[in-house]
């Protein structure tokens, strides 16, 4: 019957496959509640729970979950920048948790305020880094200081 139709198999690979998997593509989404920063670095990595990891969200998917996007955002650039550095993930996890203690909201926050000032001094921070300008006479340049 496909035959009669012209269908071949090699019709319907190219041309019904494609349909298929675009539909059961892994959809973009933030756990709702991870209790370790291992948890975290793996869904950014490699998506938790079948859902696309955070790496390659675009940006309309990043604006979806934007509130956990962004919360989570310091804490992945801190990972991403000591893995740089030489560290494995796990030892980069394991000094992240020996600097920071508490909940992981309060893990996250406080990683969000060192972040903000260039990073803490024992997570490989970056010397370069200058603070964003606060006020009108907060901020001279290095020639005047």
Not at 54 to 70: L, M, N, P, Q
Request: charged share 25%.
């Amino acid at each position: 019957m496909k035959e009669e139709a012209g269908i071949t198999d090699e019709w319907l690979c190219q041309h019904v496959t494609p349909r298929i998997t675009e539909s059961f593509r892994r959809p973009a989404q933030l756990c709702n509640n991870p209790k370790l920063l291992r948890v975290l670095w793996d869904e950014y990595v490699n998506g938790v729970g079948g859902n696309k990891p955070a790496k390659d969200f675009t940006s309309a998917e990043r604006g979806r979950v934007k509130s956990k996007f962004c919360q989570r955002r310091p804490f992945w650039d801190c990972m991403k920048r000591m893995l740089a550095g030489g560290f494995t993930a796990a030892s980069a996890i394991r000094r992240i948790t020996n600097i920071y203690t508490g909940s992981i909201t309060f893990q996250l926050r406080c990683i969000a305020a060192d972040e903000k000032r260039g990073g803490h001094n024992l997570l490989l921070h970056n010397p370069q880094f200058e603070p964003k300008r606060q006020g009108r006479n907060s901020w001279r340049p290095a020639e005047l200081m």
